[in-house]
């Protein structure tokens, strides 16, 4: 993998910590998509979507020059009722039929036309019975012979039905179908944040703890001012990541604080084994980032690095680009590519897309690994 450049972790990734709830779908989507196919909620929610003044307002618009016109050409009162009737048929049946017989799902060719084909029905019978048969009925008794037939315009009116019912269907579709999505959306996002944090916070290397408590135990027996230095340090870490997973953003101060306490840990256990600096651009330490972003790759430059025999410098820069937040952190050691199993930076990576922005590790001069994180100036978790 010299050379090469991956979206995965720094030297590796860390095993999947089990305690971590994985998050079901199945568990969010009835509260976000509730069964909106049935016909009762779809007939409600059709409704009620053309009662809003964007689409009442047009449709009002347009019945009105047409019942007008039809009075004004000699029309009586029941003729100028009825095509308000009919005008009612069409909000409460035209929109909501297409929505029932033509849902967003995919249909074979056949069914397909064979649901147009019963629209178009629908409408046909609906204009044919609310504008011909109730007013031959009303006006003319059972005494006339045959029954009533639609003229030109009746043609015109069933097809203005069609097409009116296909596109404002279709608009409330639309419509209904974003809504849902924003808030599924919204709803796992919010889900998937809480679950990143809960990995976090659970995610701080077991065998790094349990040789720094087995070290501090030594320490205490030979060298006590360096154990109390090393509970100190480590106390401070974990009172922070504990912070960190009730912040929706902090400074990014408070990350490069917990990477200088897990370098210092490190390097308490063999101090002769690398070196470690952080330098940062004026102004970077107060730029809001998602907490605990890079305490995942610091503790994989640290178990993939010295930890492994890797000597060498380890060292954090953090610029500001463009008004981007940009932090490049490196390593001793080739970067070993990603392993099965792991989500260290499945999670880092989560949680920067997120943000807006990036993760990239790759090889440099041969045996050193690089990781850039890179946040936009508008990004927020």
Known sequence: MAGGVSAVDSGGETEEDPAVPALDLKDVMPDVMPDARTPTALLTSTWAALLAPRRLVPILVIAGPLAATQAYTGATAVETAFLW???????????????????????????????????????????????????WLVTRGHDSSGLPRLDISGAVTITLWWVGGWGLGRDVESEVGLVAERRRSRLLQREAESARLLALKNHLDPHFLFNTLNAIAEWCRTDGEVAERAILQLSSMLRVILEGVKQPTWPLARELELLSSLFSLYQMRDPELFTWS?????????????????????????????????????????????????????????????????????????????AGGSVIVQTVAGDRTRATLRLPPAARP
């Not at 107060?286 to 025999?309: F, S, Y």
């Not at 000597?311 to 463009?322: C, E, K, L, N, T």
Request: aromatic content about 6%; glycine content about 12%.
């Open 278 to 354: 952080i330098a940062v651009d004026d102004g970077a330490n107060d730029a809001l980032v998602p907490p605990l972003l890079l305490l995942p790759l610091g503790e994989n430059a640290m178990k993939h690095g010295p930890a492994r025999g890797h000597r060498g410098a380890v060292s954090v820069a953090v610029v500001i680009d463009a008004g981007a937040v940009v932090v490049v952190l490196e390593n001793p050691g080739a970067f070993a590519g990603r392993r099965d199993g792991g989500d260290g930076l499945a999670i880092v990576e989560g949680r920067a897309s997120l």
């Open 85 to 135: 009737l009919l005008c009612v048929a069409f909000v409460l049946v035209g929109p909501a039929s297409w929505r029932l017989l033509l849902p967003p799902v995919r249909l074979s060719p056949a069914t397909f036309a064979a649901r147009v084909g019963a629209y178009a029905v629908v409408g046909a019978c609906a204009v044919w019975f609310f504008g011909a048969v109730l007013p």
